[in-house]
Every structure is written in C-alpha cells, then in structure tokens.
C-alpha cells in the first residue's frame, strides 16, 4: 500500500502552505499565520539543490531543518520540494557532461537528502516541472541538463532511488500549466498522463501528481480536462495534490475588490474540477500573505498596484475567498 499524507485531524483535506526561511527568520507574524491556517508547512526554496546544495561537499541542511522542525514539533506535517528541477540546478552540476559522473551525484543527491529527511518529510516533490513549456507534441521533456546528459531515463532513476531511499515517502511528479483551456495545456496534460502510466507499467513508484495551480485569474480554468485527468489517475492509483497555489491577477483590471473577486473565482474553479476527478490529497498555498510573494516580482501589474496571489493580504487579513476553500477541504 502506498505511503499516505498525514492526514490532520481538523481537515479531510490537508491544507499547507509553503514557507521562506528568510521571512521565517524575522516576521513572529508570518510563522504565527502558518500555525492558526495550516495542517502541512514546507520549506519553499530551502531544498532546491542550488540552495541546499550550494558546492559538491556541502549540505546546508540547517534552513530547511529549521523549517521542518517548526512545522513537526507543532504537530503539523510537512513535505519536500524538490530533489530534481531545471531551476535549481547549480553550476557545479551543470559543469558535469560525463554521464556516469552525473547519475552518480543524482543518486548521492536522492540518497543523502531523503535519508536525511525519512521519517519527517513524508512526501517529496522527486522531479519538478519536466514537461516541455510548450511541448510542441504530446511528450516532449523540457531540454535541462539532466534530460541533455542521462537522457529521459533521469526521471525513472530518479523516483527509484528515492524510492530506496525513503521508501515509506509518497512519491509526487509536480507540474505547472496543467489547468487551462487550449491545446497547450491539453498537450501537457496528456504528456503528464502518458508519463505517469509509463513509469508505472514500468514497475516505477509514482504515488502522485502535483499540479501547480499558479492560477492566472484571466484564464480560463478546464473544468472537463481536469475532472478526466484526475479521474484517470485514480483509475491507475495516483493521487492528485494542489501543490504550488497562488493567482496570477496582472490582467484583472480595476483594483483590489476586482482581483480578490477574480481570485476566488479561480479557485473555485480550479477546486470544483479537482475534486471532479478525485479527491485531492492536499491543497498547498505558495506563501500564504501577500507580503511575500514570487509574483509581484516575476508578473507585476501593468498599473503598478500590488499582486493579490494569496489567502491572506499583506496585514495578514483573510481574503473573502479563504474561508470557504478552508471549509471545503474540512469537509471534503
Ligand atoms: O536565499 C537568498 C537570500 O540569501 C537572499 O538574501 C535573497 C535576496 O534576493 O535571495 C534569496 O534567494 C531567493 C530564493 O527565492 C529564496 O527566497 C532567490 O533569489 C529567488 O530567485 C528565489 O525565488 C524562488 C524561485 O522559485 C526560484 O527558486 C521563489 O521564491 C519561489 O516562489 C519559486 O517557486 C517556484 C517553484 O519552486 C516551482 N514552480 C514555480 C514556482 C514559482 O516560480
């Protein structure tokens, strides 16, 4: 049987959130909201190789460790983001053409991180966002490092060493851009499916699915696509988590009653589709106030006024949209 989420005790539906250690740090507010909303607080940045990993002999455990051990020792689960990703890949890595050489830091990597993490981190996040961005068939691989020196086998190799490693983790592949109308995301998702039934003909512990939803308020969420593809996986034991969850508002124009309007018209969207398919086995926000925030930075608005991606606005005020996606997932 495959490893499950914790599940608490006050939501059917885990609800998390994902942490920055530097705001960890410095904001008592900031560690305080995770604890009242969150079942699940997990290191945002702090596991990514670049970060974690920063020269081949050093292992700065110590950000993520700290974050981890807030979250277990108030009862709260937590999970792990991630072992492989185009993004996060350091330059000594990058450095290395000789296959061999690299499969070997692959498996030391997998290995040492989750044996550092077995039993505290119950799920992992093994390759993140491998699909191509805008793959031009059904199942083209992004071109990364990893694909261009071990080729598509990085990928199996890379969930069986965790496997081995922690093998009571579930087990994600974690993707974006999976949500939308349009043969874009049609051809992602179809890709992801594909994948996913290849690596377990395969004998390949996938345990779940992880779908972004970076949600841009201004698209239109596939209600149908996502119902099937959640449904689809169920029917091959995968489960499906929301695992990276914020809105996108640069083009909702008007001002912040507009955005928070938009915003929750997106999640419920993006929520009444997941829960079509299966039901999902966390619902993770990327942040949790508008303090902080990735997408101010990566996708300001036009006019210049602040991005509202989050549950909670910068006063650490509850969004309009908050409350009734809490209760959905208490009840289920
Ligand atoms: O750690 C340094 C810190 O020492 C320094 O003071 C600070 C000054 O800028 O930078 C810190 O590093 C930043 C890091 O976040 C930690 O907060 C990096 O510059 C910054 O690039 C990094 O951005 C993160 C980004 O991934 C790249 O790793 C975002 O916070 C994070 O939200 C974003 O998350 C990704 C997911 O992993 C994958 N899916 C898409 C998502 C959004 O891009």
């Known amino acids: 049987v495959a490893p499950t989420i914790a599940a608490p005790a006050r939501r059917r539906v885990p609800f998390g959130g994902a942490i920055q250690a530097e705001h960890f740090d410095v904001d008592p507010e900031y560690r305080k909201a995770f604890l009242t909303y969150c079942d699940l607080i997990m290191p945002m940045n702090e596991l990514k190789f670049d970060l974690l990993r920063p020269s081949p002999d050093v292992f700065s455990f110590e950000p993520a460790d700290r974050i981890v051990d807030f979250a277990l020792s108030h009862g709260k689960g937590s999970r792990g983001h991630c072992f492989l990703w185009w993004g996060g890949t350091p330059d000594w890595v990058k450095a290395i053409t000789d296959p061999k050489r690299l499969e070997a830091v692959l498996i030391e990597h997998i290995e040492t991180v989750a044996d550092h993490y077995a039993g505290r981190l119950t799920s992992w996040d093994v390759v993140n966002e491998v699909i191509a961005n805008d793959p031009p068939q059904e199942g083209a691989l992004r071109d990364t490092h990893w694909l261009r020196v071990l080729g598509p086998r990085h990928i199996p190799l890379a969930f069986l060493t965790a496997a081995k490693a922690d093998p009571k983790a579930r087990l994600v592949i974690n993707d974006y851009d999976l949500e939308y109308v349009g043969p874009r995301c049609d051809a992602r998702r179809a890709t992801m499916l594909a994948m996913v039934r290849q690596l377990k003909d395969a004998g ?129």
Do not use: C
Not at 226 to 241: E, H, P, Q, R, S
């Open 204 to 332: 390949v512990p996938v345990h779940a699915v992880g779908m972004q939803g970076h949600l841009y308020a201004d698209l239109q969420i596939d209600h149908d696509a996502i119902a099937a593809f959640g449904a689809a996986l169920k029917a091959i034991d995968v489960g499906l988590i929301v695992s990276e969850l914020d809105i996108i508002d640069w083009h909702i124009e008007g001002g912040p009653a507009e955005q928070d309007a938009a915003a929750g018209k997106a999640v419920n969207a993006l929520l009444d589709a997941v829960f079509a398919g299966q039901q999902p086995e966390a619902v993770i926000a990327w942040g949790l106030t508008d303090r902080y925030s990735w997408v101010g930075g990566a996708m300001p608005r036009p006019d210049g006024t602040p991005v509202r991606p989050l549950p909670l606005d910068e006063h650490y005020r509850r969004k309009a949209w908050f409350g009734p996606l809490l209760d959905r997932l208490k009840h289920g």
